[in-house]
C-alpha cells in the first residue's frame, strides 16, 4: 500500500499543503510603515493652544506649541516640519490627494529621528506686527523660535480666522530632495496640522 501510486500522490498533496501552511505561517507580516505628527499645546497636551481665552491673539502674545513626529519607518528618517500660516480662502493641505498646501512655508526645521522614536519641535510663535484697514487684517511679522519673518503680507477679511499649518516632509534619497508623502504598504501617506486663530 505505501508503495501504491494513489497513497504517493495522497501523501505528496498533503505534505505540500503542509509545507505551504506553514511557510505562510514563519513568512514575517509585512509591517505598514507611517509616521504621524500632532501639534500639543504648551502642556503637552490637545488643549492650552492660546494664551488666553478663546482663540483670540494680539500683537505680542505667544503661542506655545509642540510639534510630536513618531517614526515607524522601519529605518532613521530625516524629516521636516515646515510652518505655513494662511487665511480662510487660501488652499490648504489635500488629503485626497495628498498635496500639501502650495503656499510657502514661512519657517521649517529639519531633525534625524530614529526609528520607533518620538521627538518634539517646540513652536513659540509670536504676532509681532499686523495692519488693519477697513476691516482686514493682514500679518505683517512673526517670529517663530526666535526667527523673525517680516513682509508676510497675509490679509484676511473681517478679522477672520488664519489658519496655522504645520507640514511633516521627509527626505528621499530618490530624488534627493524632502517630500510631502511617504510609502505605506499599497498606499501613500501624509500628515499635517491644522490650528486657526484670531488677530485681534
Not at 79 to 98: C, E, H, V
Request: aromatic share 10%; hydrophobic share 40%; net charge negative.
Amino acid at each position: 500500500m505505501l508503495t501504491s501510486g494513489l497513497f504517493l500522490l495522497v501523501f505528496g498533496s498533503c505534505f505540500s499543503i503542509l509545507l505551504t501552511l506553514a511557510y505562510a505561517n514563519l513568512e514575517p507580516k509585512p509591517q505598514d510603515d507611517f509616521l504621524t505628527l500632532s501639534t500639543l499645546g504648551k502642556d503637552m497636551s490637545a488643549a492650552n493652544y492660546y494664551p488666553g481665552e478663546g482663540a483670540s491673539v494680539t500683537k505680542g502674545d505667544t503661542l506655545n506649541w509642540n510639534a510630536r513626529v513618531y517614526n515607524h519607518m522601519g529605518e532613521p528618517e530625516y524629516i521636516a516640519i515646515r510652518l505655513k500660516i494662511l487665511n480662510s480662502t487660501q488652499f490648504g493641505p489635500d488629503d485626497k490627494l495628498r498635496l500639501p498646501s502650495p503656499s510657502d512655508p514661512i519657517y521649517e526645521e529639519k531633525r534625524m529621528v530614529a526609528n520607533e522614536e518620538t521627538i518634539t519641535f517646540p513652536l513659540a510663535i509670536t504676532i509681532k506686527d499686523f495692519a488693519t484697514s477697513s476691516g482686514s487684517i493682514a500679518l505683517r511679522t512673526v517670529v517663530v523660535n526666535g526667527e523673525e519673518i517680516t513682509n508676510l503680507n497675509i490679509a484676511n477679511e473681517q478679522g477672520g480666522d488664519f489658519r496655522v499649518i504645520v507640514e511633516l516632509w521627509r527626505y528621499d534619497v530618490r530624488v534627493d530632495n524632502f517630500v510631502f508623502t511617504w510609502p505605506s504598504g499599497p498606499d501613500t501617506g501624509s500628515a499635517w496640522n491644522q490650528i486657526r486663530i484670531q488677530v485681534k
